[in-house]
């Protein structure tokens, strides 16, 4: 199965953008569907965006509609998070999750995942 590690996270002051991208490692990466999640300190892991193995069916949040969008480069073995307008209750550690599952379906259940990355903080301060 794949691996992945997640980068891109920092810290950014109110209002502004990150992009965070997951590689993936393995030949099969675009036999997943995949997902970033976030955790809050204290708090459970919430789903954040999923989008399918071909990237043609993407699903955000209500909570960062509008402000962020999920996108995969299968030739690159690349998820990314792209996350503009930010507010500091966006600040979490940020993971990156993969399923072997292909056809059009993504997936916001964190238990239909079951491969993680270590995650990236992404701080937002007012």
């Known amino acids: 199965q794949v691996q992945l590690v997640e980068s891109g996270g920092g810290s950014v002051q109110a209002g502004g953008s990150l992009r965070l991208s997951c590689a993936a490692s393995g030949p099969t990466f675009s036999s997943y569907a995949m997902g970033w999640f976030r955790q809050a300190p204290g708090k459970v892991r919430d789903f954040v965006a999923a989008i399918n193995w071909s990237g043609g069916s993407t699903y955000v949040d209500v909570a960062v509609e509008g402000r962020f969008t999920i996108s995969r480069d299968n030739a690159k073995n690349t998820v990314y998070l792209q996350m503009n307008s930010l507010k500091p209750e966006d600040t979490a550690v940020y993971y990156c999750?993969?399923?072997?599952?292909?056809?059009?379906?993504?997936?916001?259940?964190?238990?239909?995942?079951?491969?993680w990355g270590q995650g990236t903080q992404v701080t937002v301060f007012s």
């Open positions: 999750a993969a399923v072997e599952r292909g056809g059009a379906y993504y997936y916001t259940d964190r238990h239909d995942y079951n491969v």
